[in-house]
C-alpha cells in the first residue's frame, strides 16, 4: 500500500525555521517526482516546491525562492524541505505529494498521483 507521511510541522515565529519531511511506505520515493504544496484557509492549493526523480532538479514558487530548500535522503527514503525566514503568510497546511511522471515537475503541474495527510505549519508572533 503506497503512503505518504508528513512531519515537522509546528508554530514558529516569523524569521524562524522548521524542516518538514516526508516518508513513504510501500514505494521508493527516488523513483518519483516530489512535491511539497500548501493550502492556506480560504486560499488554492499552491505548489511549494518539487524534485525530479530523473537527476534531482529542484524547482520553486516565487514565493519561498531563497528561503525554502528541498531535498532527499534516499537512504531514509525521505524527501525534505527546510523552510528558513519563514513569514506569517507561510501558514497554511503543508502536503507532500509523489507522481511517477518525470516531467512533472518541470511543467508545473500540480495533479499528482499519491498525497500525505499534510501538517499544519503556523507562523505567528
Known amino acids: 500500500q503506497v503512503q505518504l507521511v508528513e512531519s515537522g510541522g509546528g508554530f514558529v515565529q516569523p524569521g524562524g525555521s522548521l524542516r518538514l519531511s516526508c516518508a513513504a511506505s510501500?514505494?521508493?520515493?527516488?523513483?518519483?517526482?516530489i512535491g511539497w504544496f500548501r493550502q492556506a484557509p480560504g486560499k488554492e492549493r499552491e505548489r511549494v516546491s518539487c524534485?525530479?526523480?530523473?537527476?534531482?532538479?529542484?524547482y520553486y514558487a516565487d514565493s519561498v525562492k531563497g528561503r525554502f530548500s528541498i531535498s532527499r535522503d534516499n537512504a531514509k527514503n525521505t524527501v525534505d524541505l527546510q523552510m528558513n525566514s519563514l513569514k506569517p503568510e507561510d501558514t497554511a497546511v503543508y502536503y507532500c505529494?509523489?507522481?511517477?511522471?518525470?516531467?512533472?515537475?518541470?511543467?508545473?503541474?500540480?495533479?499528482?498521483?499519491?498525497w500525505g495527510q499534510g501538517t499544519q505549519v503556523t507562523v505567528s508572533s
Open positions: 505529494a509523489a507522481d511517477p511522471r518525470r516531467l512533472i515537475c518541470r511543467l508545473g503541474r500540480s495533479n499528482f498521483s499519491f
Open positions: 510501500g514505494f521508493t520515493l527516488g523513483d518519483f517526482a
Open positions: 524534485i525530479t526523480s530523473s537527476d534531482g532538479s529542484t
